[in-house]
């Protein structure tokens, strides 16, 4: 294995700039790893070797003309296949957008584009990012490569194993409900929820569209904050991008320090019903920020508990009305089209193969939520239980710089444990689901693993709106403090451990890389 692929993202770019690694080199390095592990792992959908060594070269010969190059310029990137990206296939992890080539790039990724990062590909996801597991995927699930029997998370499990086993050292989510937080806990990686409207949306498939919310996942709390400053800011072309200054991640997390903050601990989220290995490492991980000089405080935030419902029926809402453009007209799928149906048998035809059962499941919950006479009572009664939530976060951000909690209730679980029982995976997001409700930053930080099953534990920084800074304060004081107990950052251990795999040349079936 390549030392490189070890390397943070903030070191590649500091070889590649300084001419001690090429950026060809970094990217078939990391186009190896995949074609050696990928056939396990399945974090991509779609991989672009060649494209991925024209863009490398494109570095490599800007840094040759002298010409100065951005903090991230040549760094290998994974991108999540929500992201409509020009010359490639997105699918959304759906089959009824097989094939689909967009003609235009998302905001986003025209921005990383622009910053000289060097796509790798397309990762793996929940169908239309539906899910906690990436089992929802129309392509077959991804594999957690701390132990490939188990989920990767979801939505974003493509981009979160890629991170964790080496194929990628950054990559781009988006979350919805937790679908960046869940799988960076889940995997031992880092992934933030900007505050709603500082990434662009414009060119991310929608979901639901005053939830969605672009973001950056990486190894570091470092690296990651380099990839949000790549990617944030005001866009025209999304009408609810905010137009205010990035706050400063990057100095944030350089800064690392939480003297004086004040971190409430939210009472609702824990205890009962969470895995014992998960409340250790949290207490252990509040211990640490204590001892680094932060005054740890409880905080109730009561509404808490409406959050999963609340979501539950707006978020299948804006779905059944978001997915309404998927006609076999305009994109993707057309089956059934025989001269002689109707447009609407084609339609239904295509939407009945081509969308898979969580989808449809949502689908119909979300008509029937917004249907003439159910309305106040359904999606009505769920915007109010969202103010309250958002006033729960007002209240306590009066006396708290910022709340923590688990990001998930347990760790990875098995591949099939919950694909019968939908509240059971909807339960995933328990913690993650009031940021998305209330807008706020909120970001997943790895702190150790669970003594019961040697699994990743998160814990997750909640920050208010535009205070995006805070949440990788607290994450980088937090990684610096465990570094010691854990040797580096957590995935550490994953290559540490495959290493001495190698060593002696064996590999476990159904055991981690
Ligand atoms: N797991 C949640 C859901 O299924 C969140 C998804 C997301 O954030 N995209 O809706």
């Known amino acids: 294995?390549?030392?490189?692929?070890?390397?943070?993202?903030?070191?590649?770019?500091?070889?590649?700039?300084?001419?001690?690694?090429?950026?060809?080199?970094?990217?078939?390095?990391?186009?190896?790893?995949?074609?050696?592990?990928?056939?396990?792992?399945k974090a991509f959908l779609h991989v672009d070797a060649e494209r991925a060594l024209a863009a490398a070269d494109a570095v490599d010969a800007r840094r040759a003309a002298?010409?100065?190059?951005?903090?991230?310029?040549?760094?290998?990137?994974?991108?999540?296949?929500?992201?409509?990206?020009?010359?490639?296939?997105?699918?959304?992890?759906?089959?009824?957008?097989?094939?689909?080539?967009?003609?235009?790039?998302?905001?986003?990724?025209?921005?990383?584009?622009?910053a000289g990062l060097v796509v790798l590909g397309k990762t793996n996801l929940d169908e239309f990012a539906m899910g906690s597991s990436t089992e929802n995927s129309g392509?077959?699930?991804?594999?957690?490569?701390?132990?490939?029997?188990?989920?990767?998370?979801?939505?974003?499990?493509?981009?979160?194993?890629?991170?964790?086993?080496?194929e990628a050292p950054l990559a781009l989510g988006t979350d919805t409900g937790g679908s960046i937080r869940q799988p960076a806990s889940v995997t031992g990686t880092v992934g933030v929820k900007p505050t709603y409207g500082g990434t662009s949306r414009y060119g991310v498939i929608a979901m639901a569209s005053s939830l969605d919310q672009p973001g950056p996942c990486g190894r570091t709390v470092l690296d990651t904050a380099l990839l949000h400053q790549a990617i944030a800011g005001w866009d025209p072309m999304d009408s609810t991008s905010i137009d205010a200054p990035v706050p400063d991640v990057v100095a944030a997390a350089r800064r690392a320090d939480v003297a004086g903050m004040r971190i409430g601990v939210v009472k609702e989220l824990g205890g009962e019903g969470y895995a014992p290995g998960v409340e250790l490492r949290f207490r252990e991980a509040l211990d640490a920020l204590e001892q680094l000089g932060a005054?740890?405080?409880?905080?109730?935030?009561?509404?808490?508990?409406?959050?999963?419902?609340?979501?539950?029926?707006?978020?299948?809402?804006?779905?059944s009305s978001n997915l309404a453009r998927f006609d076999a007209m305009r994109y993707g799928l057309r089956i059934g089209d025989d001269g002689s149906s109707s447009a609407e048998e084609v339609m239904a035809r295509t939407r009945g193969a081509g969308f898979?059962?969580?989808?449809?499941?949502?689908?119909?919950?979300?008509?029937?939520?917004?249907?003439?006479?159910?309305?106040d009572a359904y999606y009505g009664s769920a915007q109010k239980a969202r103010t309250l939530i958002a006033r729960d976060f007002e209240a306590a951000f009066a006396s708290v710089d910022v709340l923590v909690s688990p990001s998930t209730p347990t760790t990875a679980f098995r591949i099939g444990e919950r694909?019968?029982?939908?509240?059971?995976?909807y339960a995933a997001d328990l913690c993650t689901i009031p940021s998305n409700m209330a807008g706020n930053a909120s970001g997943s930080?790895?702190?150790?693993?669970?003594?019961?099953?040697?699994?990743?534990?998160?814990?997750?920084?909640?920050?208010?709106?535009?205070?995006?800074?805070?949440?990788?304060?607290?994450?980088a004081?937090?990684?610096?403090?465990?570094?010691?107990?854990?040797?580096?950052?957590?995935?550490?251990q994953l290559w540490t451990r495959e290493s001495s795999a190698r060593e002696i040349g064996a590999r476990e079936s159904g055991g981690t890389l």
């Open 66 to 114: 002298g010409d100065e190059l951005g903090p991230l310029a040549g760094v290998p990137l994974a991108v999540k296949d929500i992201f409509c990206m020009t010359g490639a296939p997105t699918t959304a992890g759906s089959r009824i957008l097989e094939g689909w080539h967009p003609p235009y790039n998302a905001t986003v990724t025209r921005r990383v584009l622009d």
């Open 477 to 492: 004081a937090l990684e610096g403090a465990l570094a010691s107990r854990w040797g580096g950052v957590l995935t550490d």
């Open 445 to 475: 930080f790895p702190c150790g693993l669970a003594p019961e099953d040697g699994l990743p534990v998160g814990f997750q920084v909640m920050a208010p709106v535009l205070a995006d800074d805070r949440v990788y304060r607290v994450g």
């Open 1 to 41: 294995m390549s030392d490189l692929l070890r390397r943070t993202a903030a070191d590649l770019a500091g070889l590649i700039a300084a001419g001690e690694a090429s950026a060809r080199e970094v990217a078939q390095a990391h186009l190896d790893r995949i074609a050696a592990v990928d056939g396990e792992v």
């Open 356 to 375: 898979g059962a969580e989808v449809k499941r949502r689908i119909i919950i979300g008509t029937y939520a917004l249907s003439s006479g159910y309305y």
């Open 139 to 166: 392509y077959g699930p991804t594999h957690n490569p701390w132990d490939l029997e188990r989920i990767p998370g979801g939505s974003g499990g493509g981009s979160a194993a890629a991170l964790a086993a080496f």
């Open 419 to 425: 694909t019968d029982d939908p509240l059971a995976m």
């Open 295 to 319: 005054e740890i405080v409880e905080v109730s935030c009561p509404n808490f508990r409406y959050a999963l419902g609340a979501y539950y029926l707006i978020m299948p809402s804006e779905v």
